[in-house]
Nanobody
Framework: HVQLVESGGGSVQAGGSLILSCAAS????????MAWFRQPPGREREGVAA???????TYTHSVRDRFTVSKDNAKNTLYLQMNSLKPEDTAMYYC?????????????????WGQGTQVTVS
């Protein structure tokens, strides 16, 4: 059973940066497909960025060139570096994991989820 714990959220002014972390346990981290999703207030959850077992990233269009997803297999940790933040990036951010996914930004493919960390951009 995979357990995921996010951290690093907070409040920041537009144009600022944040780094989110997701600590994983309970499985061989190097064999997990990992992703970040977010749910803005009053909206559905959406895929933001994902990274496969080879380290190949996928991004949704709205964050490409601003966000960077990475993973450290030695630390069992997933990261999301967020730069040039905009008010529309305000959301609860969730970490997700799966043994395999066909579409990395579709939440239905992920079995394990963290509790989320709030990001507020003003």
């Amino acid at each position: 059973h995979v357990q995921l714990v996010e951290s690093g959220g907070g409040s920041v002014q537009a144009g600022g940066s944040l780094i989110l972390s997701c600590a994983a346990s309970g499985y061989d981290f190097s064999k997990l497909y990992m992703a970040w999703f977010r749910q803005p207030p009053g909206r559905e959850r959406e895929g933001v960025a994902a990274i496969d077992t080879s380290g190949v990233p996928t991004y949704t269009h709205s964050v490409r060139d601003r966000f960077t997803v990475s993973k450290d297999n030695a630390k069992n940790t997933l990261y999301l570096q967020m730069n040039s933040l905009k008010p529309e990036d305000t959301a609860m951010y969730y970490c997700a994991a799966a043994g395999w996914v066909s579409d990395p930004l579709v939440e239905g493919g992920y079995k394990y989820w963290g509790q989320g960390t709030q990001v507020t951009v003003s």
